[in-house]
């Protein structure tokens, strides 16, 4: 199920109307700990995840792109209604986080950027929520995503001018195995 709700996650990053780019010309720079004179933060250059692509280096995760956003997720095993056979799926428990890597600039502009950034994921993330604006990225392969239960965001110590992870936006939630 990590695969589906990872690539699932991953597409809706990136639509044209609700994905972070979309969104990110629009989030108040002077109101959420920055001014009005804050420069707009950098589009996204990719959106990846740890399924589809080779991210993987003796340091970690070192996306090609940057700026870019990284998408990982995990399922718990534990599903419920398993007594039921005759119930349509399953519900199971979804956690996963998106990883902000910025390009190679000050520490200071990498962490005010990483902020709107990851304050767009979280708009994206909650318009996901929202079924009838995502109807058609919340199923693939029998995996239905039923919502977001939790968001939270956390600030990493990154050292910029290595272009490591510098922010991170956790999420929790629920989807269903439609399959036998």
């Given at each position: 199920m990590?695969v589906?709700?990872?690539r699932?996650i ?11 780019n979309a969104l ?26 740890d399924?589809d ?8 995760f ?6 870019s ?7 718990n095993?534990?599903g ?8 349509e799926?399953?519900?199971y428990?979804v ?18 950027d990483g902020n ?38 956390q ?12 922010g991170?936006?956790?999420f929790d ?6 399959l036998?």
């Amino acid at each position: 199920m990590h695969v589906e709700v990872t690539r699932m996650i991953t597409a809706w990053l990136s639509h044209p109307v609700y994905g972070v780019n979309a969104l990110l010309p629009d989030i108040p720079r002077d109101l959420i700990g920055g001014t009005e004179e804050d420069e707009e933060p950098e589009e996204m250059a990719a959106v990846y995840n740890d399924i589809d692509y080779e991210l993987d280096d003796v340091l970690g995760f070192n996306p090609a792109k940057r700026p870019s956003l990284v998408v990982i997720s995990d399922s718990n095993p534990e599903g419920t209604d398993l007594e039921q056979p005759t119930k349509e799926g399953h519900v199971y428990s979804v956690a996963g986080a998106i990883g902000y890597y910025p390009r190679d600039v000050s520490r200071g502009r990498g962490r005010r950027d990483g902020n709107y950034v990851l304050r767009a994921v979280g708009q994206s993330l909650v318009r996901f929520n929202q079924p009838r604006l995502s109807k058609d990225y919340r199923e693939l392969n029998g995996i239905k995503f039923v919502r977001l239960t939790k968001l939270s965001f956390q600030r990493t110590a990154g050292a910029v001018p290595e272009s490591a992870l510098l922010g991170i936006l956790f999420f929790d939630g629920i989807v269903v195995n439609k399959l036998p």
